[in-house]
């Protein structure tokens, strides 16, 4: 490949204004809305009745990595930050050399591991406003997900037809929802019917998760390191009970987690499909294995995953999606070029389109 | 010349009389069967794992012949399962039934691995060359060390890694020495599933290697692998397609959040660990310049695989000296290796088996 076709980042954040939720939120839960409070030196972002939900100096901290890693620091006060305006935004896109980026949260997804309900839903209403206005003023290079409380199927399928009227290019679900409850379970049927019709897919964030962590490595770093397993957990119990056997043009997606663990999950799963017929959920239709659903349905973003491009074949290159993750720390902003063009190398000119820009074009229905 | 870096050897049915029986050809405990939810599990195998060798000892040089192989590294089919279903003096006194089986039959083609349990780590400790000396090949450690205990990135573990390498013997975990309640990092959505839930077992095949991960990690990140740089890893049962990633997601993290590797400043951190439940919190370990953690996977981390073409299409990525393949009796693989140059054959099926585990070649 000699040139770089359009890229698109699959995975890129919006920082969410310190006033965004008293300015928007439905005033009945205003005094338990996400707020920032000084704590020291630092700002914290706050939830309910005084639960830490986020950090902020973490997530605006991208190109520190290659000049200055030792300065990267959950610490930071919002004064101190510019604000990320939908021009400067894509100012930061035009210097990395991306066409375009799919939105997601960095607050207010870790609402879900502190609330529930109708303060949860309330919060994901006024995210949702907020992105949706911010995105609307670069159309075609900023493209919004919405975030969906499913505690409610129901409302949660009709917040998702008014996301999706309003723009929305996907729906953000937590990883687990309430604790004692999995996705398998028939009441969140109608969810899977929304956005299958709708055209939207299901999305899957890293950290973005309602099941509360339990027992966890005592390094911090190993923590971090693992949190796959919550992902492949729910798109185990997906797959293994039909919903995409119930639901076939249902997409969803894995963000963040990188994409070379694949081949190995859908290896497991095919075994075990064929090994222990008697204990199967479901016989999926039509002979298909659990690997063809996955291959079918289900789609990875990556930033740095060479493995995954090696394995393309296996996983399906349709089904992968480059992102720079920006403005996090961990972001290959400014240098996302170079990580393409050394990732995709080795690969035919029609693979990296649809690796660079053209899977998440399609995959989030970008035209 | 062929040897397996995995054999699992199928145990006697009144190995554990008193404690374990067969009943109905299920082992039961307490009258609940070990192996919970019937059939899935332990990474998609069968269970219990198809044995390579049989419970007649006086039978296993026939049976590497019958096999093809030179020699084997013998696993339990079912005594990893002890680790997740007994505890205190009741377990140890399980494992030792066990030990005291296979160790007399070590031999130049006979490489058994002995079971240990860690919960007193200084007493595993004190463990390991006796049970060197009584002929193990290396000992078999559970997945988690022991049910409600922190993990092996704990300092109470430094007394047995300095025992394991001052005895230059592998340590391995097996797939099947784990309950799902036991997973590090799942959630109380996952534990809320009774084991007569459905879907447990596909879960748990899924997941299950994501504990694996965990013990890979707890070395490497916490600098057991630099500490003690004799200490080997190898992990067996889930082949061996999971490493890649394993080593690409530890490099990220290391890389890109080096403000991970210290502990979480308490006055500003969302998830506390009070939260999570943890009674303590450690640092990791920075590496010397230069190095990342997958430079330490290279050196001190092995993995089993009986039929596995993505990790041989990997080979390189993983490290050729690390890829040990194993024999359920089966040969090996076209698929897997269909097409290999010899070298590298050469090398999966024999020598780096012969070279982590002592068989002469």
């Known amino acids: 490949m000699s040139a770089l076709p359009p890229v698109w980042s699959a995975d890129s954040h919006v920082v969410e204004p310190p006033d965004l939720w008293s300015s928007r939120i439905d005033k009945r839960f205003a005094h338990l809305a996400p707020r920032v409070v000084q704590r020291d030196d630092t700002d914290l972002w706050l939830v309910g009745e005084g639960s830490r939900m986020a950090v902020v100096g973490i997530q605006f901290q991208a190109g520190l990595r290659y000049v200055s890693p030792e300065a990267i620091t959950k610490k930071g006060r919002y004064e101190d930050l510019p604000e990320l305006t939908p021009e400067k935004y894509t100012d930061a896109l035009d210097e990395d050399g991306v066409d375009g980026a799919v939105l997601y949260p960095t607050n207010a997804g870790q609402a879900w591991r502190h609330v529930k309900g109708e303060l949860l839903t309330a919060i994901a209403r006024a995210y949702n406003g907020w992105v949706l206005d911010y995105a609307a003023t670069k159309p075609g290079r900023l493209a919004p997900v919405a975030m969906i409380n499913v505690d409610e199927p129901a409302e949660a399928v009709r917040d998702m037809e008014d996301a999706a009227k309003r723009g929305a290019c996907a729906f953000l679900i937590p990883i687990f929802p309430l604790p004692g409850r999995r996705y398998d379970q028939a009441m969140y049927e109608p969810i899977w019917a929304a956005a299958a019709a709708l055209r939207r897919p299901i999305v899957f964030h890293v950290l973005f998760t309602q099941g509360v962590l339990q027992k966890e490595p005592v390094i911090n770093l190993i923590r971090h390191s693992v949190k796959e397993t919550h992902v492949l957990a729910s798109i185990a119990s997906i797959l293994m009970s039909g919903v995409f056997d119930r639901h076939p043009t249902l997409r969803l997606g894995a963000i963040e987690f990188g994409a070379s663990w694949v081949p190995h999950f859908v290896d497991r799963l095919d075994r075990a499909y064929v090994a222990h017929r008697d204990h199967r959920v479901v016989t999926l239709s039509g002979g298909a294995l659990p690997s063809d659903h996955f291959r079918r349905n289900v789609f990875v973003t990556f930033q740095d995953d060479r493995a995954a491009i090696e394995l393309r074949d296996v996983i399906g290159v349709h089904n992968l999606l480059w992102a720079n993750d920006y403005p996090h720390a961990e972001s290959t902003y400014p240098r996302s070029r170079q990580f393409l063009a050394e990732q995709l190398g080795p690969v035919s000119e029609a693979d990296a389109i649809r690796i660079a820009g053209g899977n998440t074009r399609e995959t989030y229905g970008l035209g | ?361």
Not at chain 2, 61 to 66: F, K, M, R, V, Y
Not at chain 2, 318 to 331: E, F, K, M, T
């Open chain 2, 1 to 361: 010349m062929r040897l397996s870096a995995e054999t699992r050897v199928a145990e006697p049915a009144d190995l554990w009389d008193g404690v374990l029986h067969v009943v109905d050809g299920v082992w039961t405990h307490a009258g609940k069967p070990l192996f919970v939810q019937g059939a899935i599990g332990d990474a998609g195998r069968a269970h219990p794992p198809k044995a390579g060798l049989g419970p007649d000892p006086a039978r296993w040089p026939a049976e590497l012949d019958a096999a093809g192989l030179a020699g084997a590294v013998l696993y339990p089919s079912v005594a990893h399962r002890l680790f997740g279903a007994l505890r205190g003096d009741t377990l140890r006194a399980a494992l030792a039934r066990y030990n005291d089986w296979v160790l007399p039959h070590a031999s130049a083609r006979i490489k058994p691995l002995a079971l240990l349990d860690v919960s007193d780590p200084v007493a595993a400790a004190a463990e390991v060359p006796r049970l060197a000396e009584r002929g193990a090949a290396g000992f078999l450690l559970p997945m988690v060390p022991s049910r409600g205990e922190l993990g092996y990135e704990c300092e109470r573990y430094e007394p047995l890694w300095r025992a394991i390498a001052a005895a230059g013997l592998p340590v391995s975990i097996s797939a099947g020495g784990l309950y799902l309640g036991e997973h590090v990092g799942t959630s109380v959505t996952l534990y809320s599933m009774g084991d007569d839930d459905p879907m447990y077992g596909w879960i748990h095949a899924a997941t299950e290697v994501c504990a694996a991960r965990v013990v890979v990690f707890a070395l490497v990140l916490s600098g057991v692998c630099d500490k003690f740089p004799g200490v080997k890893l190898c992990v067996a049962g889930f082949d061996a397609s999971w490493l890649p990633y394993t080593m690409i997601r530890a490099d990220e993290q290391y890389e890109t959040r080096p403000e991970r590797v210290g502990t979480p400043d308490k006055a500003n951190t969302v998830a506390t660990f009070e939260q999570f439940g943890l009674s303590q919190e450690r640092e990791g370990f920075s590496f010397p310049k230069g190095v990342v953690p997958s430079d330490r996977m290279g050196s001190n981390v092995f993995v089993t695989f009986h039929d596995d073409p993505v990790a041989v299409r990997l080979r390189d990525r993983i490290g050729v000296a690390n890829l040990l393949w194993g024999s359920d009796g089966a040969p090996p693989p076209a698929r897997s290796f269909g097409g290999l140059a010899d070298k590298d054959a050469r090398r999966l099926l024999a020598d780096n088996t012969a070279r982590l585990y002592g068989f002469a070649t």
